[in-house]
């Protein structure tokens, strides 16, 4: 069945650096976007970076350009995402996301929390 799988949350100090991970199974990863998310305390989810199928095109939001990188590897079916500088804003569970138009499919989250 179709899985995906997030991992590499933690706690960092704000400055620090973590790399997300997402492992996808149970579908053909390269044809599909692929999106990280994330929801903070209280607020809506919002969209953090997405890729496409080929990883030739990136786009992230805008309070993370710069610090954040999204890639993929479509030979090991995984999304990564390196993220610097981290600042305590950017505390949320972030969420690993499929979608082709026909199939949307959600990781569970994991929880990374910038604090001192």
């Known amino acids: 069945q179709v899985q995906l799988v997030e991992s590499g949350g933690g706690l960092v100090q704000p400055g620090g650096s973590l790399r997300l991970s997402c492992a996808a199974s149970?579908?053909?990863?390269?044809?599909?976007?692929m999106k990280w998310y994330r929801q903070a305390p209280g607020k809506e989810r919002e969209l953090v970076a997405g890729?496409?199928?080929?990883?030739?095109?990136?786009n992230y939001a805008d309070s993370v350009k710069g610090r954040f990188t999204i890639s993929r590897d479509n030979a090991k079916n995984s999304m990564y995402l390196q993220m610097n500088s981290l600042k305590p804003e950017d505390t949320a569970v972030y969420y690993c996301?499929?979608?082709?138009?026909?199939?949307?499919?959600w990781g569970q989250g994991t929880q990374v929390t910038v604090s001192a």
């Open positions: 890729i496409t199928g080929t990883g030739a095109t990136t």
């Open positions: 149970g579908f053909t990863f390269s044809r599909f976007l």
């Open positions: 996301n499929a979608n082709n138009w026909a199939f949307d499919y």
